[in-house]
């Protein structure tokens, strides 16, 4: 658009494009030529409609609302179709995750795994940027850490900060854009800003799901200058966590996506009743999870199921995906992720095998000797789930299983109904799952040109928000639920309003 762009990244050049190059890249598209294909009927209005049933917006949250509709709106042309001109591509079949239980959420299927992941999106994006024919124009200061914002005559003139944490620096702008992710690495911001819903705290033990540069630095920095900052206490965390086999920061921790025909238990053992079941309210699971003894779960299933149902998001756990080998991504889908399984089972400090209950509730009591596990508890539960394996309509899990069998791209990693205690299925697994963190559904309150609103909802002159910043657009576009493959989406769109603001001028 004609304008000098200065790029300030913490980061190495090599870590440039954050939280994308880990994500798993669903994405949240309304009426897309994908769901058409599949003749799935959606417009904008249904699509808001659910949106707002799934997030719960305060009163009074105008610009998060407004931002939910636009987000919905322009998903397709803008996110989608734009896109597109990249290279990005999305799988044929659409993914149906967050259909909400008791409250409604996704009612048609809208989740695009992009074909790459999060990875391969930014990966093409970085490249279209240093391509560009005014690359010139472009300068990228990796090892820049932004700690302040500076006002000059009620206008932001620049931002400053240190250099590979020695030397300082100051990059002045006509705008400056943050565009520097959420909370979601620094557990003392997590916990500090805290806003519990219901009153439900944070249990004691939480793991890191976002880079530690996600640590709320260029958010406080914003409020230092005026800008209105909200929902900073909400966060987007997932229920399976378990801690990463190979660390990349301390308390590192991976979301799985948790195993729909496992027997789901608190921490002594007890079922977590009614069942939880994934697929239809994260939001929900972590809050159980935050209310059940010792703030953690296990999940215990055999070999067999876990070879068809165990998965985790990101690009890391995703490699035929994210390297787009269709072949292996094809026999992944159906002969079962073995190397998952057996990288997770030999690797995972917090998944126990073992060939009888008795010798699997040893260990999970090794792992957590505060917790209670009685080996004739455990069987006595496991006994009684297996019991219901052949009348789904007897055990709640097994109905939920069975409505989301319904949907073909469901059905595919779904493993057959079965007696966990099956000894051909073995051996059993146990996982033991703590909160892990992920997105922050608050941050600066934007308009719908991505300016920093101050709290008087006037914009802060020169400087605008986008993206996990913004808190997805408006500081809480989510408001208290997300129908997942929102964030990518979101960060792009908010992007694009605040580019097309700025050189307008
Ligand atoms: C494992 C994983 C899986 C995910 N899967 C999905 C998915 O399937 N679908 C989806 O929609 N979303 C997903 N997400 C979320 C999504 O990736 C993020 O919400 C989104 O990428 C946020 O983008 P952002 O640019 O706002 O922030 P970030 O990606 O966090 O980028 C912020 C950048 O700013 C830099 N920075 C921070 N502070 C400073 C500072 N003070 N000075 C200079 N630089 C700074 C950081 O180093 C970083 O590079 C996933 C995230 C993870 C971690």
Not at 245 to 270: E, F, N, Q, T
Not at 447 to 455: E, G, Y
């Given at each position: ?17 954050g ?29 808001f ?25 322009r998903s ?166 378990i ?54 779960t ?15 998001s ?29 990288d997770l ?36 539960e496991?006994?009684?789930?297996d ?26 990693r ?19 799952e ?51 493959g ?20």
């Amino acid at each position: 658009m004609g304008k000098s762009v200065a790029i300030y990244e913490r980061e190495s050049v090599e870590r440039l494009g954050g939280s994308a190059l880990e994500a798993f890249g669903g994405m949240f598209f309304v009426d897309s030529p994908e769901q058409r294909r599949m003749r799935i009927a959606d417009s904008p209005e249904r699509a808001f409609n659910d949106w707002k049933a799934f997030a719960e917006f305060d009163k009074g949250a105008l610009w998060p609302q407004m931002w939910a509709k636009h987000l919905v709106e322009r998903s397709t042309p803008d996110g989608h179709d734009w896109l597109k001109q990249f290279g990005i591509r999305w799988l044929p079949v659409v993914m149906w995750v967050e259909r909400g239980q008791r409250i409604q959420g996704n009612t048609v299927p809208r989740f695009h795994l992009t074909w790459g992941t999060g990875q391969f999106l930014i990966a093409q994006l970085i490249k279209s940027m240093r391509s560009h024919a005014s690359a010139g124009r472009l300068s990228l200061r990796c090892g820049h850490r932004v700690d302040r914002f500076d006002m000059h005559a009620g206008k932001i003139v620049s931002c400053s900060g240190v250099i590979e944490g020695v030397e300082d620096f100051r990059g002045s702008a006509e705008a400056v854009v943050v565009a520097a992710g959420g909370i979601g690495g620094n557990l003392e911001q997590v916990r500090e800003h805290w806003s519990p819903v219901e009153g439900i705290e944070l249990p004691e033990t939480l793991l890191l799901g976002t880079h530690p540069g996600a640590d709320g630095r260029a958010v406080r920095a914003s409020e230092a200058v005026g800008a209105q900052v909200s929902h900073v206490g909400r966060m987007w965390n997932y229920a399976a966590g378990i801690r990463h086999p190979r660390p990349s920061w301390p308390g590192h921790g991976v979301s799985l996506i948790p195993p729909k025909s496992a027997l789901w238990i608190d921490a002594h053992g007890k079922r977590m009743m009614p069942p939880m079941v994934s697929g239809f309210d994260t939001f929900d699971l972590v809050q159980r999870v935050c209310t059940s003894p010792l703030g953690f779960t296990w999940q215990i299933l055999n070999r067999r199921i876990a070879l068809t149902e165990l998965a985790a998001s990101g690009a890391d756990w995703n490699p035929a995906l994210r390297e787009r080998r269709i072949v292996r991504f094809l026999l992944d889908m159906l002969v079962g992720n073995r190397w998952l399984v057996d990288d997770l089972t030999s690797n995972c400090p917090d998944m126990v095998i073992a060939g009888t209950v008795e010798e699997l509730a040893a260990k999970m009591r090794a792992l957590t000797p505060d917790a209670r596990i009685e080996s004739e508890a455990l069987a006595h539960e496991l006994e009684r789930f297996d019991a219901t394996a052949g009348s789904p309509e007897s055990d709640e899990q097994r109905q939920l299983i069975e409505r989301l069998r319904r949907y073909r791209a469901d059905k595919i990693r779904l493993a057959k109904p079965q007696r966990i205690l099956d000894p051909k299925g073995g051996p059993l697994i146990a996982i033991c799952e703590h909160i892990v963190t992920r997105k922050s559904l608050g941050g600066i309150v934007t308009d719908l040109r991505s300016r920093a609103l101050n709290s008087a909802d006037q914009p802060v002159p020169g400087l605008y928000a986008i993206g996990e910043s913004a808190g997805f657009g408006g500081g809480g576009s989510h408001g208290q639920r997300a129908l997942e493959g929102t964030f990518l989406l979101a960060s792009v769109i908010t992007a694009r309003r605040a580019a097309e603001a700025i050189a307008k001028g």
